[in-house]
């Protein structure tokens, strides 16, 4: 993978991370996107066979797709499949609030209100 | 033959000035009055005429010119405007034919179908009369959200196991016909 492109995937992180950047769904069933300018990110996740995949692509303002780097549990290189993966790990994190949910969860539980509704009240 | 206004007045300023030139020498001295002296100040005359009548040509020519330039310029918007009002009306035609296709399960004629919509939102964003409608992030996201679908649709022919979401594609396509719909209306209507 070229150093550009791991430095954008870095940078992108961390700004997901630090909640500076919106991430939306496309028809793909696990896939997400951002919208710069005059370009779009988006990232995805597959099964095929047992093996599982990542994909991070680069769209520009037409929707052609101008980079693209599909990584797998089986073929690829180690250090591509891990940066891919933890990069599509954090984006749908971010997107499902899954950290917030939890923390939420957790916040409730260590205080000494009651937790759950009736809802047959 | 009939003369035009401005023929009518050529000829009227020409006879008036003729007369005006012999009253003139009939009022000068008799030591002017020569055969010499009449060729030159009729001549003057003619030539002076003459020039004014040759600007005056060039000028309406001109005019003339400026004025078919106008006219073929606004036919060819006018024009324009009837290809794209068409090209707007095959595109919302388009739009059905991929929802029908992807509600009988028809993908490959459904990508054949989107691949068209996509070059028609191409064209029509680098359309001169339609740039301020098109050239916005709205437009660019239609494009970019048509061109994610055909990829995965495309991925999901050849790999089935990669699931597609047909009803955020069939949402995406909802809206390319809004806008087209739209923009169609601000064509006829504007």
């Known amino acids: ?10 940078l992108l992180k961390n700004k997901t991370i630090n909640k500076e950047a919106i991430w939306s769904r496309t028809s793909g069933e696990n ?31 037409n929707g052609d797709t101008i980079e693209r780097i599909s990584v797998n549990t089986l073929d690829s290189d180690y250090d591509d499949y891990m940066i891919i993966s933890d990069f599509y790990d954090v984006i749908k994190n971010n997107y499902f609030k899954v950290d917030e949910t939890i923390d939420s969860i957790l916040i409730e539980l260590n205080s000494s209100a009651k937790i759950g509704s009736n809802k047959k009240k | 033959m009939k003369l035009s206004k401005v023929q009518i007045y050529t000829i009227l300023i020409f006879i008036i000035g003729f007369l005006g030139l012999y009253i003139y020498y009939n009022s ?7 055969s010499l002296n009449l060729i030159s100040i009729f001549g003057s005359y003619l030539s002076l005429f003459g020039i004014i009548m040759s600007f005056y040509q060039i000028y309406d020519l001109k005019a003339i010119n400026d004025k078919t330039q106008k006219e073929v310029n606004l036919s060819l918007i006018k024009i324009n405007n009837i290809l794209s ?14 929802q029908n296709s992807l509600r009988v399960n028809k993908n490959e ?13 191409i064209q029509v964003k680098h359309n001169k009369d339609l740039e301020k409608y098109t050239n916005n992030e709205e437009y ?5 959200d048509l061109s994610i679908d055909i990829s995965n649709l495309s991925d999901n022919i050849f790999k089935p196991q990669k699931t597609i979401n047909i009803t955020k594609v069939n949402s995406n396509l909802e809206n390319i016909s ?3 719909s739209e923009l169609e209306n601000k064509l006829k209507f504007e």
């Open chain 2, 178 to 180: 809004t806008k087209f």
């Open chain 2, 109 to 121: 004629l459904a990508l054949i179908r989107m691949k068209d919509l996509k070059y028609i939102l």
């Open chain 2, 28 to 34: 000068l001295d008799k030591t002017f009055k020569n």
């Open chain 2, 85 to 98: 009002v068409s090209e707007l009306s095959k595109s919302l035609k388009i739009v059905d034919e991929i």
């Open chain 1, 1 to 10: 993978m070229e150093v550009r492109i791991k430095n954008l995937i870095f």
């Open chain 2, 140 to 144: 660019s996201n239609l494009l970019v």
């Open chain 1, 31 to 61: 896939e997400f996107k951002i919208e710069f300018n005059n370009a779009t990110i988006t990232t995805d996740m597959w099964y095929i066979e047992d093996k599982l995949f990542y994909d991070f692509a680069i769209l520009n303002e």
